[in-house]
Each structure stands twice: as C-alpha cells, then as structure tokens.
C-alpha cells in the first residue's frame, strides 16, 4: 500500500506500541549540546545508568560560545562552566565531542548535515527545537526536552505521539529576491503558528523539489514555528549529491546501497495524507515579520494588516495599516541554524558588495559553522562583509537567543535572518525582531533600514535564482 515517508521510517524504528497509544521509537542519531545536556547527564548519574549507544550520540557547542573571542577558557563563568560539563561528560562516557579547538564545531543543525551525520531514513533527536532543520534530507527529526534527553542518553529511544502528515506542495517558480525563508515565512502566516500542532509536514512540489539542500533546511527548520512536530523533504538526486563524500555519509559501494535503501523511504505516489495544502510560488513575495511570533509577517510591500494583533503592535511600535518598509534599523544579523549557510552568506553578500552599512547600524555575519566560516573564507567573503562594515564573527547561535555576549540593548531593532521573534529573544526584555531572509537583512545594513531587496539591489546582481 502507498505510504509516507512520516509512516515508513516510523514503522522502521518502532520497537513497540505503548499502553498509553504512545510508540517507543529508536533513535539513530542523538545530537547534543551543551545547554540541554548538564542537567540530562545529571539526571542519568542519579540513577547510576550509562550512555547506552555513544557510537549514536555526538556533541558540540553552539549556544553559549562566544562568537568574538573564542579562546579558553571563557570569559563568562556560566558559559565556560556548561563547556566544562560537557566535555567532561562526553570523556567519561565515550561520546565524540566536535569542540571549538576541532574545526568541525557549529551550530549543531548546521554541523549534523554539513558532516554527512543526517541522512535520509533516519531518526533524529536534539534537544533543541530546530532539529526538525534534518528532515530536509527526508529523516524525521525531533527537537527533545531535557527529561527525554535522558531517556535517549539511557535507553536510545523516545516515547512519542503518533503524527498526522500534511502535505504543503509549493508549485512553480519563485520570483526574484524570494528566498526559502519567504516560503517558510508565508506558509506559517497561512496556517498559523499553532497549525502544524499534531502533524509532520511534508514539504512537495516543484518550487521546492529544485530548492538545494541548503533552502529546503530553511524550510524544514521553522517547521516548529507553526507548530508541526517534525518537517521533511523526500530524498532524491539532489540529496544524495549533497551527501556524496560527507565525512560521516557511506562511502564507496555502501553509498550507492545506501541511496537504494534511501530512495525506498520516499513518500509512494498515491500516498494519502491527513491533509493537503497548496501555494503557488509566484504569489511569494520577500517577506518581513511585524510582530511577536513568525506568524504575523507581510510581504515587504504590503501594509500591516488591520486587524492585527493590538498587543504585538504595541510591543513592537507599529500601527495597523502601516508598511514595516522603511522601519530604521539598529542591528542587522546574518546568522543562526536558518540561514548562516554558506550560500545564505552569497547571497547576503552579493547584496552589499562595493556598498558600507549605514553609520547608525552595528551589522555582523556569524558563519553557522567553522567549515562554512572557512569555505567564506576561502571565496573572499569574508573581505566582502569587512569592507562593508560588517562584523565576521566565529561560528555559534550568537544572537538568535542571546545566550551568550551577543544581545540587543534596550529597544533596538534588528533585523535578523534567525527564526523567532519572541519578546526577549535576543536579549532585551524590550528588544525588537524583524525576521527575513539573509539578502532582505544585508539590504536593510546598508540601507539603514528595512528594505525591498528586489528594488535595492544593483540590477545586474540576479538574486535567488
Ligand atoms: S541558532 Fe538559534 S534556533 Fe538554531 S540551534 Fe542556535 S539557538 Fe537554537
């Protein structure tokens, strides 16, 4: 019978059906870090039990590192305290640590897939709530709490809720300046950021089956943002092309059997699904968050809607009716598990080349991971961003959660290519958050202001694709 992906790699990593309808499922690979994980291993040595699969498990540090100066031991105590428990957990239970001294530390959603870890068929756990970011290599990834990190350190498996599948097909061509972000941002304004509660989306359709790995990413990454507790891509070409030669991925024979086995978990024509949504890609403008959640978002041109929400408009200074074009910035913030690949930072970069931020602007770029940071590097992207003005910083989640000295102040605005706009997300109980892709952010650093990326940059730089 026809069936989803969702479904089948599911049954694959069943190993039972719980009294309480809940399926104990097994996990492939258990990604960690050091925020979710002091308390975890605690809670593991209370009870006198070991790591049962560390070959499973890999960790790195990504939120609290500092991005300016990353040299040991960190200035901030707290932060160099975490480090310190994570190393000294990974060494005593035989779990690999990727740590800043190993050229393979970064955000861990950038990392798993840029190492060949995340591969298609698998399950995933990370105790963070952008994991559902590896499903666009067609595994189904969950972002964990702290209790369930436990109980995949001891046990490799998690108890979890059965899922409905909805399946999002993103017809035709995007236009130009239209990024995966603008796709992510416009599904989650139509269906609400509570209307993915209970189900895994299936991203499908033409738009997205010629994204690269790096867009369907995006997309898969805010998946939780409208609430769905897993998002995915079927594997296919472009997928196993990505993979080929990853450090962790299979090599020689083993790949082309893994691609074989791979190709089989793809959703069957035919499958039938919970349900089903369509959105032409053409109707996709560049798009910007006004508010407090990544719902409540506009097409760059298009005014504030006039029943919006009075509490996010007055958190955030705006008027219903209102356009967010035009909206001065203070920061500007190319980063995060969404968008600090290296072809989010071509992209920003093709924007800004030859121009200077605006005075009144602090802009800085944080590579996702020290090999997307070398690989900049290596393109002269870096010199790019510097001349400009911009910051290049070492790789971390910096300020997309402002665990760490990267922090609005007061109420600044920022406009940041990251994937929430929670009050107090980054770092200001009053700071402000315009959510958009990395061009719409490099755009509003040199404008000083929020912008229509379509209409600011040079015409002779052709933008998406
Ligand atoms: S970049 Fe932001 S969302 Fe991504 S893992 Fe780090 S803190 Fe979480």
Redo the contacts with the bound molecule.
Sequence with gaps: MASTLLRKVWDAHTVRRLPNGQTQLFVGLHLI?EVTTPQAFDMLHARGLGVAMPERTIATV??IVPTRDQRRPFLDVMAEDMLSALERNCRAHGIRLLDIDSGQQG???VIGPELGLTQPGMTIACG???TSTHGAFGAVAFGIGTSQVRDVLASQCLAMEPLKVRRIEVRGRLGRGVYAKDVILEIIRRLGVKGGAGYAYEYAGDAIARMSMDERMTIC?MSIEGAARAGYVNPDETTFAYLRGRAFAPQGDAFERATAWWSSMASDPGASYDDEVVLEAADIRPTVTWGINPGQSVAVDEPLPSNADPEALAFMGFAAGQHVRGTKIDVAFV????N?RLSDLREAARVIRGQRVAPHVKALVVP?SQAVRAAAEREGLDRVFLDAGFEWRGA???M??A?NPDRLEGREICASS???NFKGRQGSPTGRTLLMSPAMVAAAAVAGEVVDVRQFAPAEVVLGR
């Design positions: 870090h990504d939120h955000i861990v959603h963070d709530s952008h990454n980063g995060s598990c969404t600090a996702g971390g989640c910096s997309c959660l665990m990251s994937n929430r």
